[in-house]
Structure formats: C-alpha cells, structure tokens
C-alpha cells in the first residue's frame, strides 16, 4: 500500500498520478481534517472507475489505517503562499512532519518515506532524523520537481521536443537551487553547444524564480510536483533504477555531512541505492554550497 499524508492538491494529486500509473492496488490519502481525504478518494475513484482502472484509492483520518504501507509520501503542513520563501515555513512545518513521523514508525516501521513538505531540504533532514531510519530509506522530492521546470523552460527556448530533453538540477530546493546546463542535453547533444551562455543562464534564473510566479498566479504549485512524487514512486515500486535528483542525506559526498540536500541518486525497490557524486566546475560548486550553508543554518534552528 502507499500512503500519502496530507490530501490537500499536491497530496491528492500525487494520489490521482500513482492510481493512473496503477503503482498499487491500494492508496491511502491521510489527514487530519474531517471529510477531505474521503472526498478526495470518493473523486478519485468515481475518475478510476470510468477508466477501468483495478486501484482503489481510501480516505482516513486514522494513523493507524497506514499500517503495513511500502511507501508513506509526506505532504502534511502549511503550503507556501503568494511572497513566502520555503524558508518562512520552517518552524511552522517542523513541529508537524516530526509528529508524522512518529506515527509513520508506529504503524508502518519498514516503510520508504519521502518527505514533500517545504522548506524541503530541513524537513527530509527532520524525517530522516526523526525516523531512525537507514538513510536509504529516506529522502525527499525536491530535484525531481526543479527539472520538470527546467526541462520546460528548454523546451521553449529551443522549440525541441520535450522528449528528448534531459535536464538536470540539484542544490537546495529553493532560492539556491542549482540547475545544471552542463549536465542537460538534447538527445545526447550538450545544452551549451545548442544555446548561448547569455540563454543558458536566462534558463536558470527563469528555473530558480518560476514556482513563486505561479503561486502568484495560481495561488499554489500542483499538478508539476503530484507528478514529481508519482515518478519517484515509480522508480521504487518497479525497481527502475532511475537516476533522480532527490534530498538525502549527506555522510562525505560532495564533501558534506550532517545536512540533506538534493543530489542525484540511482532510485529503485530499496529506496536510495548510489548516490552519484557530479564533478561540479568552481561556480557550480560555489552554488551548490550556498545551498548547503542555507540549509545547515535552517536545520540548526529546529530541535530533533
């Protein structure tokens, strides 16, 4: 079973993308607010229905309802409004991912959790700490996202087809996120020797200020980050080996340790099984430490 705890949009849509690529049979939305995680399953389920599709989709505001879950996907807390940074939400969101947490090692001690609630970085930082978990078993989605966006912003600058885009962004998901055109191509073909510099770097500023543009407009990121979560689920539930930038836990790589932050990682049915270590050029490097600094000074100021 996968559990999602949280069923506001982002949780009911990460439901909505695990059912249609029938990642289980069963998926449980959690919260604690009477009435939403039902609703949103009965929606849900009336959808799978028409479709054909065999994946029953259960609302609770039970804990307890979790027990024996594979996949516990974290979306409880505060979501980010119109001129807050992922920052603001800190100590609003630590109190309740630590509280998650612990029912999580209650009900579903042998579960892979991957915490989604901002600021993401502290709080895969928070889950991991808190869970006593082995580190291979808990990380957060924050690249997976970051790309999506990157990925969209080549697309448009080049008119190619997005599928032949890869892209890669890893750092802080935050306002030192580190989208990497050196590491991003077109079917194999380097970024850098199909745009110029004075683009590629328009690409990554674009990439780093998007979700707070669409808040603005939106009032709220949704259907980008559900199927962020879908796809890291995905590489767990079908063993894919994928290679996706996610928030771990750092023990020496990137000459770090005691922090979380988003690296790429090969995902398949064990959680985190390689953490692939880049060769980052000095501004690279500069960014992506920033990034560390940002993190290590937020996490410094949450008990655990």
Same mark, same amino acid.
Do not use: C, W
């Given at each position: 079973? +996968?559990?999602?705890?949280? *069923? ?9 993308? *695990? ?30 229905? !028409? ?8 609302? &609770?505001? =039970?804990?307890? =309802?979790?027990?024996?879950? $594979? ?9 980010? /409004? ?19 947490? !612990?029912? @999580?090692?209650?009900?579903?001690? $042998? ?28 990380? #957060? ?43 991003? *191509?077109?079917?194999? +073909? ?39 979560? *879908?796809?890291?689920?995905? &590489? ?7 290679? +996706? ?21 090969? @995902?398949?049915?064990? #959680?985190? !099984? /390689? ?5 980052? $050029? ?16 937020? @996490?410094?100021?949450? !008990?655990?």
């Amino acid at each position: 079973m +996968i559990t999602i705890i949280g *069923s506001g949009k982002v949780g009911g849509d990460a439901a909505l993308f *695990s059912a249609l690529k029938k990642l289980d049979d069963q998926i449980l939305l959690l919260d604690v607010a009477k009435g939403l995680p039902q609703g949103e399953a009965m929606d849900i389920n009336h959808m799978l229905s !028409e479709q054909g599709i065999d994946v029953e989709v259960k609302g &609770s505001n =039970d804990f307890a =309802d979790m027990k024996g879950s $594979n996949i516990v996907v974290v979306v409880a807390g505060s979501g980010r /409004k119109p001129g807050m940074t992922r920052m603001d939400l800190l100590k609003i969101n630590a109190s309740v991912v630590k509280s998650v947490v !612990e029912n @999580i090692k209650k009900y579903a001690d $042998n579960s892979i959790i991957i915490p989604v609630t901002n600021p993401l970085d502290p709080m895969a930082f928070v889950t991991y700490k808190t869970s006593g978990f082995e580190r291979s078993r808990v990380f #957060g989605m924050g690249g997976m996202l970051d790309l999506s966006r990157f990925k969209q912003f080549i697309h448009e600058a080049t008119g190619y087809s997005r599928n032949s885009i890869n892209a890669l962004v890893i750092g802080e998901h935050g306002e030192n996120m580190l989208p990497l055109p050196r590491f991003s *191509s077109i079917s194999g +073909i380097p970024l850098s020797t199909i745009l110029p510099k004075e683009k590629l770097d328009e690409l990554v500023l674009n990439t780093k200020q998007v979700a707070a543009k669409v808040i603005e407009l939106k009032g709220a990121t949704v259907h980008a980050p559900g199927n962020a979560i *879908s796809a890291i689920v995905e &590489s767990i539930v079908r063993d894919k080996k994928q290679v +996706i930038p996610i928030a771990t836990y750092l023990d020496g790589e990137y000459g770090h340790s005691d922090v979380t932050i988003g690296v790429p990682a090969v @995902i398949g049915k064990k #959680g985190v !099984e /390689k953490i692939i270590e880049l060769d980052l $050029n000095d501004e690279e490097q500069k960014v992506f430490d920033k990034g560390i600094e940002s993190v290590k000074n937020a @996490i410094s100021g949450i !008990e655990i």
